[in-house]
């Protein structure tokens, strides 16, 4: 937005600053999400494109002008970053044919606020540009609802593509091919006006890109996604975002389309009583259905909790109360569950927290997914040998052998009494604490854990009850 205002007001030297603004961005954004990095390379790419567009000057200069920002760009993007992206990997690269695809009331469910004031920024919009000119109208999407029985064959057309592309599951992606239509068509004349709208231009330009994007969820998915959940996850974030943004802008545009402000008091437009009134009931009944989440879904996601706490900035206050029964991944076998009390480990993590200084590793045991094991990690920061694997077989696939044996080895590291094997085992992952904490004693055995206090290389230096943590002194591990 920025660099698009910098641009139409001819101020050459911040569009060249900004321009080496947006390199470093999507560079930033390369290596901290690389999901959002496709769709920032469209928004600056085309960001630039609109600038220089809309820019005052020959178009021989504005050309040049846009070649410099977008090598300017890129080159940062390319050179400042390499470091990065020359040691960086990524598993299951490219894209497949979505295997299925979004059902119109759940895409409804997702942005149905966003789609009533976008369909309202249209019908706003074109209502303005058709009623600006004179007739015949030789724009052809104007025409098509340049007349109320043009209108009505659109709308007819609409619902019979609507029926048809039902029975193949494509229903989002062909109304949204339509809404792109009238969105580029916007965008278009909005570029080629004699005194653009920049405000209203690149709200369009959010528009057009959230239903691109919502609707490339349902053509191509990633490769080796699961069906395509992260597919799904990640781009719909960046498509609610800029709905977000565009909505925002619509719900003004409309809304000083349809009303007058008298002081604190509004009053529909003359000859738009009708209109106000309905648009304002719709959008504001949808507004009400999406903010039945912040009542009926808090007190769930509260239900959810280990236990009930009182209103508490602290996110551990949860512990001295809180208990769960693990059942070492066995449902179906109760006589092996054990009760966690979770405040057992509070001292254990409260110690680390308050004695241990940057980064050194921490082993801890491993069980199944969702259960307590991880938590020194989660509570402390502090990296462990093994977390949740799951997310490391999953996304990279090529190294899924080392973390599997990262797993076995921990859980052998507890269990098993063979002290030449935990000498390796702490020297092989450069381990500087161990705890024995709730799951340890659960995941472990009584003679793998009573090793721990006949190594050389352990020192206790915490003990709470049956519970302790030893530091490893790596000096003292055997040399082989």
Do not use: C
Not at 77 to 106: C, D, I
Not at 188 to 200: K, N
Not at 221 to 248: C, H, I, P
């Amino acid at each position: 937005i920025a660099y698009v205002a910098s641009a139409r007001m001819a101020m050459r030297p911040q569009s060249w600053a900004l321009a080496g603004a947006l390199g470093t961005a999507l560079g930033l954004v390369r290596m901290i999400h690389t999901w959002d990095f496709p769709t920032a390379v469209i928004m600056v790419s085309v960001g630039i494109v609109l600038g220089q567009l809309l820019a005052p000057g020959r178009w021989q200069e504005r050309w040049w002008n846009a070649v410099g920002h977008l090598t300017l760009a890129a080159g940062i993007l390319l050179v400042a970053f390499s470091p990065f992206t020359g040691h960086f990997e990524t598993f299951g690269t490219g894209v497949v044919r979505a295997p299925e695809t979004t059902k119109p009331q759940h895409y409804f469910t997702h942005f149905g606020v966003f789609v009533a004031l976008g369909l309202l920024f249209l019908a706003v919009r074109y209502h303005e540009e058709i009623a600006s000119r004179a007739r015949p109208i030789r724009n052809p999407v104007l025409g098509i609802v340049g007349g109320p029985w043009e209108f009505l064959g659109l709308a007819v057309f609409t619902a019979g593509l609507t029926l048809l592309s039902g029975r193949f599951g494509l229903t989002v992606v062909v109304l949204s091919v339509v809404a792109e239509i009238f969105l580029l068509n916007l965008l278009w004349l909005d570029i080629r006006a004699p005194s653009p709208d920049i405000g209203r231009l690149l709200a369009t330009a959010m528009f057009a890109l959230a239903v691109g994007i919502a609707a490339g969820t349902d053509v191509v998915t990633l490769k080796d996604d699961l069906v395509r959940m992260n597919t799904v996850f990640k781009f719909l974030l960046q498509a609610w975002q800029l709905f977000a943004l565009a909505s925002a802008f619509a719900a003004w545009y409309v809304a000083r389309y349809l009303w007058e402000a008298d002081g604190w008091r509004l009053h529909p437009l003359p000859g738009r009583r009708a209109t106000a009134w309905g648009a304002t009931a719709a959008i504001v009944a949808l507004l009400a259905g999406a903010s039945i989440f912040i009542f009926l879904g808090t007190p769930a996601r509260e239900d959810a909790r280990f236990a009930s706490t009182p209103l508490t900035l602290n996110g551990l206050d949860y512990l001295p109360t809180a208990s769960y029964r693990d059942d070492h991944g066995t449902t179906d076998t109760p006589t092996d569950d054990v009760t966690i009390h979770l405040g057992d480990d509070s001292p254990l993590i409260q110690w680390l927290r308050d004695n241990v200084k940057g980064s050194p590793v921490v082993a801890e045991a491993v069980g199944p997914l969702y259960h307590w094991t991880g938590r020194i990690t989660w509570t402390t920061g502090l990296p462990a040998v093994i977390g949740w694997d799951w997310h490391q077989i999953q996304q990279r696939g090529d190294y899924s052998s080392l973390v599997r044996a990262r797993r076995m080895d921990t859980e052998r590291f507890f269990s098993d009494p063979d002290v030449p094997f935990a000498d390796e085992y702490l020297r092989e992952y450069n381990v500087s604490f161990v705890v024995v904490g709730t799951m340890e004693q659960a995941y472990g055995t009584p003679q793998g854990l009573a090793k721990f206090a006949q190594l050389p290389a352990l020192t206790e230096v915490f003990r709470s009850g049956p519970y302790a943590i030893y530091a490893v002194d790596q000096s003292k591990l055997p040399i082989q």
